[in-house]
């Protein structure tokens, strides 16, 4: 049988999603808790491999099992073995024909700047900190160049192993909620560091580094030499991915709305 699963989990503890030489990862103390509870090796599949320190409100997986369990033994079974740090938050039977990764629609990711003089303390590695005071509206102007379909090299990693750069962004919001900056961007797909790199962008237009239409040219160059400093991996998230309805994927349980406020100008 074929189980999906919602995976929750912070980060900061973490060499990114993917299993390698470095340990620990989220994807081996995953499977080593699900082995354990199975009684048998279990490979997992994920929506997205999470790059070291990167969060995730909905990370979703999938694995084939012999072994029979209760959908809420999976979920109580794997928790009692996992870290406090990640949490399995649902669990779903799902047909042969779902894969984590490759049935998935879309995927939603958002970015956490906290704007202040001081650096963070409780909320060290849950955000990214920004000294230097950033302009909500030339950031919100600025990112409507990127809404659409489009060749986003200017904003893949050197190492990124995808065969196409060409992406397409649904929604690219950016609120505002006092000193906390959250931008949100759903597309079909995205390219390694393509959101850290796009926030890196935003938020040098936004402390007027940059002007605004620099985000136009930079696309335009197809040219990642052009893009600048690739942001922080602390404040971004997965926070969704959407599937066809017929695989009765979960919703995500809204964590503070989903990091997503409403902008209202003082």
Same mark, same amino acid.
Not at 9 to 32: D, F, H, R
């Given at each position: 049988m074929?189980?999906?699963?919602?995976?929750?989990?912070?980060?900061?503890?973490?060499?990114?999603?993917?299993?390698?030489?470095?340990?620990?990862t989220?994807?081996?103390?995953?499977?080593?808790?699900?082995s354990?509870?199975?009684?048998?090796?279990?490979?997992?599949?994920?929506?997205?491999?999470?790059?070291?320190?990167?969060?995730?409100?909905?990370?979703?997986?999938?694995f084939?099992?012999s072994?029979?369990?209760e959908?809420?033994?999976?979920?109580?079974?794997?928790? &009692? =073995? +996992?870290?406090?740090?990640?949490?399995?938050?649902?669990?779903? /039977?799902?047909?042969?024909?779902?894969?984590? %990764?490759?049935?998935?629609?879309?995927?939603?990711?958002?970015?956490?700047?906290?704007?202040?003089?001081?650096?963070?303390?409780?909320?060290?590695?849950?955000?990214?900190?920004?000294?230097?005071?950033?302009?909500?509206?030339?950031?919100?102007?600025?990112?409507?160049?990127?809404?659409g379909?489009?060749?986003?090299?200017?904003?893949?990693?050197?190492?990124?192993?995808?065969?196409?750069?060409?992406?397409?962004?649904?929604?690219?919001?950016? &609120? =505002? +909620?006092e000193?906390?900056?959250?931008?949100?961007?759903?597309? /079909?797909?995205?390219?390694?560091?393509m959101? %850290?790199?796009?926030?890196?962008?935003?938020?040098?237009?936004?402390?007027?580094?940059?002007?605004?239409?620099?985000?136009?040219?930079?696309?335009?160059?197809?040219?990642?030499t052009?893009?600048?400093?690739?942001?922080?991996?602390?404040?971004?998230?997965?926070?969704?991915?959407?599937?066809?309805?017929?695989?009765?994927?979960?919703?995500?349980?809204?964590?503070?709305?989903?990091?997503?406020?409403?902008?209202?100008?003082?």
């Amino acid at each position: 049988m074929k189980i999906a699963l919602g995976i929750e989990y912070a980060g900061c503890n973490y060499y990114g999603w993917q299993k390698q030489s470095i340990s620990p990862t989220i994807q081996e103390t995953v499977e080593l808790a699900l082995s354990t509870i199975a009684n048998e090796i279990i490979k997992v599949y994920c929506a997205g491999r999470t790059d070291t320190g990167v969060h995730a409100i909905q990370q979703v997986i999938h694995f084939d099992t012999s072994s029979e369990r209760e959908l809420h033994s999976w979920i109580l079974g794997a928790n &009692s =073995k +996992l870290p406090k740090d990640i949490s399995v938050i649902w669990a779903s /039977n799902v047909d042969d024909s779902f894969h984590a %990764r490759f049935t998935a629609k879309n995927r939603t990711y958002q970015y956490l700047i906290l704007n202040r003089k001081s650096r963070p303390a409780i909320l060290n590695g849950l955000v990214t900190w920004e000294c230097q005071e950033l302009d909500f509206k030339r950031m919100v102007d600025s990112s409507k160049y990127l809404i659409g379909e489009h060749d986003f090299t200017s904003f893949r990693a050197v190492s990124c192993q995808s065969d196409s750069p060409v992406r397409k962004v649904y929604e690219l919001e950016i &609120s =505002k +909620l006092e000193d906390l900056f959250v931008i949100t961007i759903r597309a /079909n797909g995205f390219l390694h560091h393509m959101v %850290r790199n796009i926030a890196g962008v935003l938020m040098a237009v936004g402390t007027g580094k940059e002007k605004i239409k620099w985000v136009a040219d930079v696309l335009d160059a197809r040219d990642r030499t052009m893009a600048g400093v690739t942001a922080e991996p602390d404040g971004l998230y997965l926070v969704n991915v959407e599937y066809p309805e017929h695989y009765l994927i979960p919703k995500p349980k809204r964590l503070i709305n989903n990091f997503k406020f409403n902008y209202i100008e003082n």
